[in-house]
């Protein structure tokens, strides 16, 4: 399995979110992503929504994002070390960022990460 690991993680703060879909972006087309804008939107909305709401209540940590290269998909794995899924009655989205990476991704899995936070993994095709 091929894999891309950004050094080593995105820094908490949206001017950092550009950076990181530039390359993962990158990284994608490389690894033959048929949609490689859309990845980087799909990508750009977890790193959102890791900074706005995994740390709300602690201190900021940095955002994990790999890329894997697997026989037909690409698979992204944006980690946060946050507080896990919960609601927020305060939230400053619109409740659209889920929705739209599932518009964008082959398919999406939530799941708490071992030792607090969660693990947004997406797949996406490869060119034939």
Known sequence: MRRCVLNPSVSPCAEAIGGARRTVRSCAAKLGVVNPDGL??????????AILHAYVGLAPQDVDVRVDLTADAVVVVVGDRGRGM????DSPGI???LPLIASLSQRFDVAARPGG??????WFARSA
């Open 40 to 49: 980087a939107v799909a990508v750009s909305e977890a790193l959102t929504n």
């Open 86 to 89: 919960q609601p927020r009655s």
């Open 95 to 97: 409740g659209l960022g």
């Open 117 to 122: 936070g969660t693990n947004l993994t997406l």
